[in-house]
């Protein structure tokens, strides 16, 4: 069965520095998503993009955060300048579309470390 | 605003028997509902939707169901085995694509 990959597993970072995280989506996905879960917590919207652009962002997707399709398979968030309050895991999702029975797969995380 | 809510943050229940997780939402204007199941250390994994234009819908050992007056929505799980102990998350999507997520319910199955 496909599947949405993510790379790395777990990034440890130090504040201040830049940090790329990585996902391939699903294949033949048109939509693509960043969320973000700090630890204990409920899983936070980011950002959704579709044909080389966002399409929403929420308030956390400040300055700081992008994204970016570079290629035809990876789909990436890079923030800046990270935060000790950014530590959290990171899921990529993609869909082949939006709205009801369109559903977003979700990959495994990017657990990201600020120290 | 924008918020979904659980009412239990713990479930815990006897295998073979059936389980009950329940879901507050604020928005009205919600499109549609969507059950995740996430497992230590996986993403959340899809198990059921409903639109907003229905009350009930079934899948495999699972049901929704969804009281848009009251604005309550739970998931059912027939005869709960112990791979289904993982947090349970409602959401709804509002307009677009984006997922508000409620706040998680640990389901604990004893065998």
């Known amino acids: 069965e496909p599947e949405v990959t993510q790379t790395p597993s777990h990034q440890v970072t130090q504040m201040g520095q830049e940090v790329i995280l990585r996902c391939v989506p699903i294949?033949?996905?048109?939509?693509f998503y960043w969320y973000r879960q700090i630890l204990g917590q409920k899983v936070e919207f980011l950002v959704s993009f579709y044909n080389n652009e966002i399409s929403e962002k929420s308030e956390i997707f400040d300055d700081q955060f992008s994204v970016e399709r570079p290629d035809g398979s990876n789909f990436t968030l890079k923030i800046r300048s990270t935060k000790l309050e950014d530590s959290a895991m990171y899921f990529c999702?993609?869909?082949?579309?939006?709205?009801?029975?369109?559903?977003?797969?979700f990959g495994p995380g990017t657990r990201l470390t600020v120290t | 605003g924008e918020s979904v809510g659980l009412h239990l943050p713990t479930l815990s229940v006897q295998e073979g028997d059936n389980s009950i997780i329940n879901c507050a939402y604020s928005?009205?204007?919600?499109?549609?509902f969507i059950w995740y199941k996430q497992e230590s250390g996986k993403g959340p994994q899809f198990i059921i939707d409903?639109?907003?234009?229905?009350d009930k819908r079934q899948g495999q050992r699972v049901t929704v169901l969804l009281n848009k007056t009251v604005k309550h929505l739970s998931l059912q799980i027939a005869a709960t085995q112990p791979g289904d102990s993982a947090v349970y998350f409602c959401?709804?999507?509002?307009?677009?694509?984006?997922?508000?997520f409620g706040a998680g319910t640990i389901l604990r199955v004893k065998s």
């Open positions: 928005n009205s204007a919600s499109d549609y």
């Open positions: 294949s033949n996905h048109l939509y």
């Open positions: 999702a993609s869909s082949l579309g939006t709205g009801y029975s369109y559903e977003q797969y």
């Open positions: 409903i639109r907003s234009n229905m």
């Open positions: 959401a709804e999507n509002i307009y677009g694509n984006k997922l508000v």
